[in-house]
């Protein structure tokens, strides 16, 4: 069974920074590109950055270039958003999705930033 | 970026019935589609990709057709357990984008 579990969710400061992971199992991790997509409060969905199978490729969404880090580790099956300067807007579900078809999802975990 | 805008925003239907959601992409995508359900609180499940492939554990009531820049998502007989939002994403080029979202509710 396909599985993703994400964490490190929480609350932080505006300008603050957290790292999000991303547990996957019941597949061969190594094989898929793997995606975050966000969704703020009463908000639809946004995708906000995606990776290759190797690493060696990735994209972001305009508006967290040069602030959000997307990594995997393949040995870990783990995959990892590293949020920086962090702002309100940011305030959302993030979700570790599979691939671009036959998605999987995991179950969410929540960012809040605030003072 | 490609927009992608879904009509209606909101429908209300009946338990049993058959109900179209349209999906427009603002260029050509191909059959780069997927279609998303989701229920209040829960995360999104995956039901179609390529346009009109079923993912694996979907019912058959669901089915998506359509290319180039115009989809559908139809569900046929609906049951209370489909009361939900569906969104579109395309896949074709980045950002990879979604819609805005379709709030289906029981008349």
């Known amino acids: 069974e396909v599985q993703l579990v994400e964490s490190g969710g929480g609350l932080v400061q505006p300008g603050g920074s957290l790292r999000l992971s991303c547990a996957a199992s019941?597949?061969?991790?190594?094989?898929?590109?793997m995606n975050w997509v966000r969704q703020a409060p009463g908000k639809g969905l946004e995708w906000v950055a995606n990776?290759?199978?190797?690493?060696?490729?990735?994209y972001y969404v305009d508006s967290v270039k040069g602030r959000f880090t997307i990594s995997r580790d393949n040995a870990k099956n783990s995959l990892y958003l590293q949020l920086n300067s962090l702002r309100a807007e940011d305030t959302a579900v993030y979700y570790c999705?599979?691939?671009?078809?036959?998605?999987?999802w995991g179950q969410g975990t929540l960012v809040t930033v605030s003072s | 970026d490609i927009q992608m805008t879904q009509s209606p925003s909101s429908l209300s239907a009946s338990v049993g019935d058959r109900v179209t959601i349209t999906c427009r992409a603002s260029?050509?995508?191909?059959?780069?589609l997927a279609w998303f359900q989701q229920k209040p609180g829960k995360a999104p499940k995956s039901l179609i990709y390529?346009?009109?492939s079923l993912q694996s554990g979907v019912p058959s009531k669901f089915s998506g057709s359509g290319s180039g820049t115009d989809f559908t998502l139809t569900i046929s007989s609906l049951q209370p357990e489909d009361f939900a939002a569906y969104y579109c994403?395309?896949?074709?080029?980045?950002?990879?984008?979604f819609g805005q979202g379709t709030r289906l509710e029981i008349k």
């Open positions: 999705t599979r691939g671009h078809t036959n998605v999987y």
């Open positions: 019941g597949f061969t991790f190594s094989t898929y590109w």
């Open positions: 990776i290759k199978q190797d690493g060696s490729d990735k």
């Open positions: 260029q050509g995508i191909s059959n780069s």
């Open positions: 390529a346009a009109s």
């Open positions: 994403q395309q896949y074709n080029s980045y950002p990879i984008t």
